[in-house]
């Protein structure tokens, strides 16, 4: 279903290093959350590695409310590109060390949650918060994590 999906991924932030297998990573993720929704339309996916400092440049407005989010979801108006997502390497590095999950663990989430944002899901109320957070499961379950509790 997802084949038609094209991630391109850039990193403008310099002040971590990407480790190796991350971008494939990332591709995995975002394949695996559009498959889960069954959502098969020709699109692409822009994947931004970012910092906290970057990361709220995208999304100021926000930026006051929330200390530092690990992913913003940018939808897209572009035919063919479902939106953008800016994914603060910063704060999944520290995530994962609150939580003591693997960078790859926080990447992962990051990604999906992204994504399912992209895809119109958000918390809202409590009902759609748990909503989202058992298809989280489920998606990082797929990809061979166990899912996130207590975020």
Request: charged share 20%.
């Amino acid at each position: 279903m997802a084949s038609n999906l094209k991630v391109i991924i850039t990193n403008p932030q310099t002040i971590f290093k990407i480790p190796s297998g991350t971008r494939m990573l990332v591709r995995r993720s975002c394949h695996a959350a559009l498959e889960y929704e069954h959502y098969d339309n020709r699109t692409d996916i822009h994947v931004v590695f970012a910092d906290n400092e970057i990361l709220h440049s995208y999304d100021s407005k926000r930026a006051g409310e929330l200390e530092a989010p690990e992913v913003i979801a940018i939808p897209s108006e572009e035919e063919g590109c479902l939106g953008t997502l800016i994914l603060s390497v910063e704060r999944v590095t520290e995530l994962t060390k609150v939580y003591n999950r693997p960078f790859e663990m926080g990447i992962v989430y990051a990604t999906v949650h992204g994504v399912l944002n992209l895809l119109g899901e958000v918390y809202s109320d409590q009902a759609s918060k748990a909503s989202q957070m058992s298809k989280e499961a489920k998606i990082l379950t797929l990809l061979g994590y166990s899912p996130i509790v207590g975020l």
